[in-house]
């Protein structure tokens, strides 16, 4: 039996023919219309898997380089801040220098004291810096000012409101970079270095820890002088104003014409008429004070120990009695939670002993207590003027380490983000290179393809229409 293929078979297999060179010649065209080898899927399955993970490596470094550029005007804000706290702790390094100088008066300390309060101000303005609506200095906490001035035990002290919390970014895979310095560590960061005394009234510390930060002032108080001087020489305003504390020979030598306290120096007595006859002070080696009263002196030798008694406080409304034989005395501040422990067996005056816990000051107490040493400096003597001054500078010169050392560090992880961008670009720049080399087209490749295509395609045209050129004659066979 004959088999002839049918005239509906014969135009299934030119359409079909027709429609898989048609695929072919618009796949071509595609191809060089975008450039691109893959443009779905089933274009190339292991293709396709290897550009999705080369995309996402791409998109991941893309956020990596966001995130850089983002934080960098964070960076120079913060840089060109402590630029300037640099320059205002260094002139006010330079004021207190000059403060200390002798030859000042008490109007030109008191006029530097001022200014360095204008200083003060000027840093905490500076320390509450912002970029846009955040500060620079508050740690994570960036939507109030991380410093603010407060009233504590009657003084104006500068608060810490922020938290020692630092804000990262990511810059790399398991890489994370802080894009701050909490104010902490800038403005008060604390390398303690235990509690010290600025040697005034002869107190010492006890053998029990102390704790506290920042600076306090231990008020000695002399509660009255017991004891009659002789010789009709009589106690002004009965030891209300001495200074004096614990036992002190009084001698009063009428042959030399002078008189001593303690061990202080021989000094003459006054004679009558003169202004501080009535009340004439001598003093101790250590600066304790006594005021005599010579109207009624009968002009003979006499000798006799005068005693202080007094208290100690370190809130300065709270007194506890000294009997000075306490070699560990408990003083607590509850207000500011200071603690601390005195030896009182060697006090020999009344005053104000200056409490300093070494490396526990920040830059605001610092300043702050050098200008009110400067600007009260009239009640205080020399020695201890300078002692203070020199805590206070010391205190000064450790924070302005701190801010430099805070300073350089910004400077280094700003060259560090520098550094990532640069790595971050060229790895971009690899995988876009990568990427290319999976999903586009060898152009040449393409084009010769599409040729053949077309080529292909008109071949299969005319076949097809050779197939399907019959007459009524092929069916009347």
């Known amino acids: 039996m004959n088999v002839r293929p049918t005239q509906s ?121 912002q970029f846009g609506d955040r500060y620079l200095f508050g740690g994570t906490l960036t939507k109030e000012p991380p410093f603010a001035f407060e009233t504590v035990n009657g003084a104006r002290q500068v608060v810490y409101k922020g938290d020692d919390g630092v804000q990262r970014i990511k810059i790399g895979s398991g890489t994370e970079i802080g894009v701050n310095i909490p104010g902490s560590e800038i403005f008060g960061l604390f390398e303690y270095a235990g509690a010290k005394l600025s040697g005034l009234t002869g107190a010492t510390l006890g053998t029990s820890a102390n704790q506290g930060t920042g600076y306090a002032d231990l008020i000695f108080r002399q509660d009255g002088t017991v004891g009659t001087p002789g010789a009709g020489i009589a106690l002004v305003n009965g030891g209300a104003d001495d200074t004096i504390l614990q036992d002190n020979l009084l001698t009063v030598d009428a042959t030399a014409g002078t008189v001593t306290l303690g061990n202080g120096t021989a000094v003459p007595i006054p004679e009558v008429g003169d202004d501080d006859y009535a009340d004439f002070v001598v003093q101790t080696a250590d600066g304790a004070e006594v005021r005599l009263d010579f109207t009624g002196f009968t002009g003979v030798d006499t000798s006799a120990t005068l005693s202080g008694a007094g208290s100690v406080s370190l809130d300065g409304v709270n007194f506890t009695p000294m009997t000075f034989t306490e070699t560990d005395l408990e003083l607590i501040d509850s207000d500011t939670g200071t603690v601390v422990h005195l030896d009182t067996t060697n006090v020999n005056r009344a005053g104000n002993e200056l409490l300093s816990f070494s490396g526990g000051v920040s830059i605001f107490d610092a300043l702050q207590g050098a200008a009110s040493d400067l600007k009260n400096s009239g009640g205080l003597d020399s020695a201890d003027f300078l002692a203070r001054m020199t805590d206070r500078l010391g205190e000064m010169e450790r924070n302005q380490e701190n801010a430099l050392s805070a300073l350089g560090t910004l400077g280094a992880r700003s060259q560090r983000l520098n550094d990532s961008a640069e790595r971050l670009s060229s790895m971009d720049l690899s995988l876009q290179g990568v990427l290319s080399q999976i999903e586009d087209a060898d152009l040449a490749t393409v084009a010769l393809e599409l040729s053949r295509a077309e080529q292909t395609l008109q071949l299969a045209q005319m076949t097809g229409s050779r197939l399907l050129q019959n007459s009524l004659l092929n069916f009347l066979r």
């Open 9 to 129: 078979s014969r135009f299934a297999l030119v359409n079909s023919g027709l429609s898989l060179n048609f695929a072919k010649l618009a796949l071509s065209q595609e191809r060089i219309a975008t450039g691109k080898r893959i443009l779905r899927p089933s274009d190339d399955v292991i293709g396709t898997a290897k550009s999705l993970a080369t995309r996402k490596q791409i998109s991941q470094i893309g956020n990596y380089r966001k995130a850089i550029d983002s934080s960098r005007p964070y960076f120079d804000s913060a840089n060109s801040s402590l630029q300037d706290v640099s320059g205002i702790l260094t002139e006010a390094r330079a004021l207190i220098t000059q403060g200390m100088n002798g030859t000042l008066n008490d109007s030109d300390r008191a006029l530097i004291g001022g200014q360095l309060d204008q200083l003060v101000d000027q840093l905490v303005d500076v320390a509450n810096s």
